[in-house]
């Protein structure tokens, strides 16, 4: 049977891991694919390294542009990321008639509209398994295993660095800057870690799935981002001694008031599976009305689990690539004439529970006071620990968590709480999540 | 746009949840699947029910012949279960033309090689997602998720009756025969229990995930089937004191020497996140080269999260009912000519680590005649604890974990202990298996 051809654009590790799975992996992927699915040509600016790793058995190049514009090449893969030359690239390549398969979530995040208007209009697939999650499956699980659902929300582990970096710091009580040192020194965290520590990269996949769940267009710039390099290992222990853990979730839900779009470090029940997510392992919950929640687990990034989902979409490519575009799934789950714009709601609009700490003068009437401003607010206490004050100290630490409220309303309350004398410094304030 | 028409066999639990999410969700599964799925008919012997779960919004008959010879109908939905007149139906709907999606893992199990090749000689699918751990999409990830993959094995937690038993005997310390009667009274075991409790069940689903996994035809005849039956809860105890949990696995690994293809109790480390699955909840881990291990938790039963299952099948059949066979999903992953005939393993030559309990006399000399055996037969022991004799009592428990050895070797050695004077009764033996 015929080849399929690709052309790959950038051999770094995702590129050589695709490289070494496809070789390695060739005969039970062309029984299941029906056909071999060959690297043609490999774009590169390291030519050197595609020698090293292709060992010359295909053409190379370090032009990217001259692949998406070879006439050889059926499907195009981009793992070069930005959303700069990336942009170009997989515009041209659609232009081309090309297929595209993609790792690139910042790209799908910032300029997925466009990307999928212009695959649609040129009747191309654009494929992204690999964009969220690495190695598991869940762009698949939104777009084709849930579809009878009616999604209510996500939530997800989606950035291996900040789980890692998390799991140190309650493991060990370490700060997060020294964490994140030995996560530099493991390669678990980059040289800059700006885009993993800050939320960024969490967000990009979050408005990859919501849209894939509700049908909505990619709304990357509305998501509201909070990262991990603020968060005080004393939180972490409070949040364990009220029987919760702190994760960097993104979380997306669709309400009566528009669709929330959130990256935070959160409080979620000890005892949930995906509580006990450790190490740079990803996960994602879905909750859907009909099937309730699932859970998806695996490796989030690497070379091999990142590779694995891009020649997944490979083989799906293969498998559709003549066949009709009614026939193929649609790119964001929904029909293109049936997707909406549902509003991304702000931050101060989002319903959570919350967590607080405060640093209070230890003294009779400060906790009346503090709890008579939530009670204004119209904000009730769930559970409240106050810490013993040390021999001769005279400040001690409150922590609350509450029920349900409105962001706003907090909001309201710690601004009244803070201005009290007796209470000291800023309040630390984190959302916290049942997940059920 | 002209919708797909559905013919429905069978409205008990799981076909009046199919109905009742085809209805609620009608919007928002029409704009995934590009045409309204329509119910058009359905079968079942009791009208009555029909009409008070349809309202009489669809025709009724009680001959589910006449509904798979029905020209309206593009796709029989199979919920009658069992594999007699199911097969017949299953058969006869391929015969005419008809695709099929059904929920049916005994009539896979038992007849699927039969089956999927007529649906082969017919240009047919066979849809199945239902068949296997509920609404969690195991299959789709299985056969389109993990294509990149040599999957080395597969261990599921796909029967929910034995997993809440077995979590309540753990946590409340109960014998199987009283929570087997509580699991009756909720409605989670049925009042005869049999084909869960003794592990059918869970290798029907177990062959159905072997096949896709390996590219081998169906082998649920050579399956090795203990159920959990005649477990006590002193070894949940000792297993926990070791830092293990007791689950009822469904296990499928392949070896250089075959397949192996098994259920039955198996120690875990508490420690991995699928030895945190509790109540009725089911979880598949699944380990490919590429991508490591994954894992896919949710409800495996359920009308509403079946159901889930039953119309993502049917989305899938909407979008290529009309394609070219050569673009759809091949059946069992891999292409019809590239399916092999894999031996499935006895269970004498499998390899697992064991979990050994012994009642002793309390004596010197005893541990050192066993572990002499043990020695003789090649088996290196990992962890020992030996019970504290009560007062006056003269006989103990020793429990112990040995290395990975061939399942013939403990089987020598458990002989030979057992004609051991000092060794009372049997030696209780479980599979340890540490899921890396």
Redesign the interface.
């Known amino acids: 049977m015929k080849p399929i051809h690709v052309g790959l654009l950038g051999i770094g590790t995702v590129g050589g891991?695709t490289y070494a799975?496809?070789q390695?992996?060739a005969e039970?992927?062309?029984?299941?694919?029906?056909r071999p699915i060959q690297i043609s040509i490999v774009a590169d600016k390291d030519c050197e390294r595609i020698r090293q790793i292709t060992g010359g058995s295909c053409r190379m190049t370090d032009d990217a542009f001259a692949v998406v514009s070879d006439p050889e090449v059926d499907i195009i893969v981009e793992l070069i990321g930005g959303y700069g030359i990336a942009r170009e690239l997989v515009l041209q390549a659609i232009a081309n008639g090309k297929h595209v398969v993609t790792a690139n979530k910042a790209l799908l995040a910032r300029h997925g509209n466009e990307i999928f208007a212009a695959a649609q209009e040129q009747g191309v697939m654009v494929a992204f398994?690999a964009a969220v999650a690495?190695?598991?499956?869940i762009i698949?699980?939104l777009r084709?295993?849930?579809?009878?659902?009616?999604i209510e929300w996500i939530a997800g582990i989606i950035n291996g660095t900040t789980n890692f970096i998390l799991s140190g710091m309650r493991d060990k009580g370490l700060s997060f800057a020294t964490v994140l040192q030995e996560a530099q020194r493991l390669g678990y965290a980059e040289a800059d870690p700006t885009f993993d520590v800050e939320g960024v990269d969490a967000a990009h996949k979050l408005s990859i799935m919501s849209a894939i769940a509700f049908?909505n267009s990619m709304s990357f710039e509305q998501a509201h981002i909070e990262g991990i390099s603020q968060l005080d290992p004393a939180d972490i222990r409070y949040a364990e001694q009220l029987g919760y853990r702190i994760k960097l979730l993104g979380i997306t839900k669709r309400t009566l008031e528009g669709v929330e779009l959130r990256v935070h470090p959160t409080l979620i029940p000890a005892k949930r599976?995906i509580a006990?997510?450790e190490g740079a392992m990803n996960a994602v919950l879905v909750k859907?009305?009909?099937?309730?929640?699932?859970?998806?687990?695996?490796?989030g990034a690497g070379a091999?689990?990142t590779?694995?989902?891009?020649?997944?979409d490979l083989?799906?490519v293969t498998?559709?690539h003549?066949?009709?575009p009614?026939?193929?799934?649609?790119h964001l789950?929904?029909?293109p004439d049936?997707m909406v714009d549902l509003a991304i709601l702000p931050i101060s609009e989002v319903v959570s529970s919350y967590y607080l700490r405060l640093r209070v003068e230890d003294r009779p009437g400060v906790l009346a006071d503090v709890t008579r401003i939530l009670a204004d607010d119209g904000i009730s206490i769930v559970a409240m620990i106050q810490r013993e004050p040390g021999e001769g100290e005279e400040q001690t630490d409150i922590i609350m968590l509450t029920h349900k409220t409105v962001e706003r309303n907090i909001d309201a309350a710690i601004a009244g709480i803070e201005a009290l004398p007796a209470v000291k410094g800023r309040i630390i304030r984190l959302r916290l999540e049942e997940l059920l």
């Open positions: 891991g799975v496809l390695r992996n039970e992927i062309t029984r299941r694919a029906g398994e690495g190695g598991i499956p698949k699980a084709e295993g849930l579809t009878a659902n009616r049908g599976l006990n997510v859907g009305d009909a099937v309730g929640a699932t859970l998806y687990y695996g490796k091999e689990p590779a694995s989902a891009v020649i997944a083989v799906d498998r559709m003549t066949a009709d009614e026939h193929r799934v649609p789950a929904f029909q049936a």
